[in-house]
């Protein structure tokens, strides 16, 4: 595809719900990043893949969140038993891998507005 | 650990006016830093980079200097449009990973 893509653009859940969020990176991108933006913040990182392993997951804010990554492909952030805190814009981002020099620059998807209720 | 300071906003110039937004930065490594922008119902793209000091990034008639001694990389256009409305994000990257530290952002409004 042209450029990452992510799926749904919005969801509205209630709290305690289960949510699935969907990152489809650019072909040949092994490093995926998800990040999340709650309003009137920057972007937060939350966790990095490098092919199908998370070698850093440090920005998961509770063990409520979780993502995988399978095929060096697609990625699948989920939020269990959502809170009103969650409500964010979640991000997606993919790069070249690491030592092709083309690893900094990150492309970002359109995101996911999270809205729960 | 790393953090990125970015002035506050919003900002609102009249087209054509010289632009700067200041960007300072706290590493523990040694960063490459970036400038993000966000237009109105568009995805994040990245608008320019620099990655050792004295570099400068450049696109679009923007500009930045990655300058060490002061920690700071600000944005800089001498003319803006009304176009460049957008929110402006700065970022650092370190490590192997790579991963972004961005500052809060400004919406700057630019108009007719």
């Known amino acids: 595809g042209a450029g990452v893509s992510q799926s749904p653009s919005n969801k509205v859940t209630e709290k305690g719900k289960d949510v699935e969020l969907r990152c489809d990176p650019i072909?040949?991108?092994?490093?995926l990043y998800w990040y999340r933006q709650r309003l009137g913040q920057g972007l937060e990182f939350l966790i990095y893949?490098?092919?199908?392993?998370?070698?850093?997951k440090s920005g998961l804010p509770s063990d409520r969140f979780s993502a995988e990554r399978t095929g060096e492909s697609v990625s699948t952030l989920t939020i269990q038993r959502t809170q009103q805190e969650d409500s964010a814009v979640y991000l997606c981002?993919?790069?070249?891998?690491f030592g092709t020099g083309r690893q900094e620059t990150q492309y970002f998807g359109p995101g996911t507005r999270l809205l729960v209720l | 650990g790393d953090s990125v300071t970015q002035m506050e906003g919003p900002v609102t110039l009249s087209e054509e006016a010289f632009l700067t937004i200041n960007c300072t930065y706290t590493?523990?490594?040694?960063?490459?830093l970036f400038w993000y922008v966000q237009y109105p119902g568009e995805g994040l793209q990245l608008l320019l980079k620099?990655?050792?000091?004295?570099d400068k990034g450049s696109n679009k008639g923007f500009e930045a200097t990655y300058r060490k001694e002061t920690t700071s990389f600000h944005l800089e256009k001498g003319s803006v449009q009304v176009s460049d409305s957008a929110v402006y994000f700065c970022?650092?990257?370190?490590?192997?990973?790579?991963?972004?530290?961005f500052g809060k952002g400004i919406t700057l409004s630019v108009r007719p």
């Open positions: 970022a650092l990257s370190t490590g192997a990973n790579s991963k972004l530290t």
């Open positions: 620099a990655t050792k000091a004295d």
């Open positions: 981002a993919s790069s070249y891998p």
């Open positions: 590493a523990t490594g040694y960063p490459s």
């Open positions: 072909s040949g991108h092994t490093a």
């Open positions: 893949f490098q092919g199908n392993s998370a070698p850093d």
